[in-house]
């Protein structure tokens, strides 16, 4: 188990998700923990029907920049965050599946999430793993990518985040974080419409959740720009960090290398 680091004063802590109405760090990822419990029944649904499908296709175009790690046997691949687990089942897809082939580690801190996401496993050479993403269970420099998709900026801390990867990671290894964007100009006037009026209301009538779907758009908004995460995941010790916008900016791929 690694070891906590103790918190800084709070002027100098990086930002992380905060619900409305919540100030520490260990409040808010109780909060959002209890949330994405209560939605897991209809996470998939909500997910699929909200994204018009586009989720599919961010996954997958993810995963297959990944191949060529995930092609190697012996490669380990850890999934954070990985809710119901599709973005594992798309890095899944490049695995060589032999026995011989070391397992994708699956990790969310939701245990309603990740029973939905071990159904899927079950039949593959995949390990859920419930842990907090700032504290993991797993050794310094024994994990070859980690991904994450759309649940990063659910940390309460994006700084310790990315400080707990670099730590997993092994020299040569990569991060790639899959998260949405607020893009600018027409593009962001009409995403703000839709994601602030519009999907909060369609995710609150598939959840029976509102209130998650009001938090949604308000993490996204919080949610460092581009060329702040970038410094962050730079100051974090990775080299070689870009972003790659997908769909008009509305997410984007966040990919780095631990030297």
Same mark, same amino acid.
Request: neutral net charge; proline residues 8%; hydrophobic residues 40%.
């Given at each position: 188990?690694?070891?906590?680091?103790?918190?800084?004063? /709070?002027?100098?802590?990086?930002?992380?998700?905060?619900?409305?109405?919540?100030?520490?760090?260990?409040?808010?990822?109780?909060?959002?923990?209890?949330?994405?419990?209560?939605?897991?029944?209809?996470?998939?649904?909500? &997910?699929?029907? #909200?994204?018009?499908?586009?989720?599919?296709?961010?996954? @997958?175009?993810?995963?297959?920049?990944?191949?060529?790690?995930?092609?190697?046997?012996? =490669?380990?691949?850890?999934?954070?965050?990985?809710?119901?687990?599709?973005?594992?089942?798309?890095?899944?897809?490049?695995? !060589?599946?032999?026995? /011989?082939? =070391?397992?994708? #580690?699956?990790?969310?801190?939701?245990?309603?999430?990740?029973?939905?996401?071990?159904?899927?496993?079950?039949?593959?050479?995949?390990? !859920?793993i419930?842990?907090?993403?700032?504290?993991?269970?797993? =050794?310094?420099?024994?994990?070859?990518?980690?991904?994450?998709?759309?649940?990063?900026? &659910?940390?309460?801390?994006?700084?310790?985040?990315?400080? /707990?990867?670099?730590? +997993?990671?092994?020299?040569?290894?990569? #991060?790639? +974080?899959?998260?949405? &964007?607020?893009?600018?100009?027409l593009?962001?006037? #009409?995403? @703000?419409?839709?994601?602030?009026? +519009?999907?909060?209301?369609?995710?609150?009538?598939?959840?029976?959740?509102?209130?998650?779907?009001?938090y949604?758009?308000?993490?996204?908004?919080?949610f460092?720009?581009? !060329?702040?995460?970038?410094?962050?995941?730079?100051?974090?010790?990775?080299? &070689?960090?870009?972003?790659?916008?997908?769909?008009?900016?509305? =997410?984007?791929?966040?990919?780095?290398?631990?030297p």
């Amino acid at each position: 188990m690694a070891s906590i680091t103790p918190l800084k004063p /709070e002027h100098e802590r990086s930002t992380g998700a905060r619900p409305a109405g919540i100030t520490t760090e260990q409040a808010a990822a109780t909060s959002v923990q209890q949330m994405f419990d209560t939605i897991a029944p209809t996470y998939d649904r909500a &997910n699929h029907l #909200l994204s018009v499908g586009i989720d599919r296709y961010w996954w @997958n175009r993810t995963a297959k920049l990944f191949r060529p790690i995930l092609q190697h046997p012996e =490669a380990v691949a850890l999934d954070l965050c990985c809710g119901t687990g599709d973005m594992t089942m798309a890095l899944y897809q490049h695995r !060589p599946h032999t026995s /011989e082939a =070391a397992p994708i #580690l699956a990790v969310d801190f939701s245990h309603q999430m990740l029973s939905r996401g071990a159904e899927k496993f079950a039949p593959h050479n995949i390990v !859920p793993i419930e842990a907090d993403a700032l504290h993991l269970p797993i =050794a310094d420099a024994s994990i070859d990518l980690v991904t994450s998709a759309f649940g990063f900026r &659910n940390l309460s801390n994006y700084e310790a985040g990315l400080t /707990e990867l670099h730590r +997993i990671l092994r020299p040569g290894g990569q #991060l790639g +974080i899959l998260e949405a &964007n607020q893009p600018e100009g027409l593009t962001g006037a #009409l995403y @703000n419409l839709y994601f602030k009026s +519009i999907l909060p209301r369609l995710g609150g009538l598939i959840s029976g959740k509102p209130a998650a779907y009001s938090y949604l758009p308000a993490s996204v908004e919080r949610f460092p720009r581009p !060329p702040r995460m970038l410094q962050l995941i730079k100051a974090a010790g990775f080299t &070689n960090a870009t972003w790659t916008s997908y769909t008009f900016g509305t =997410a984007g791929l966040y990919h780095a290398t631990k030297p």
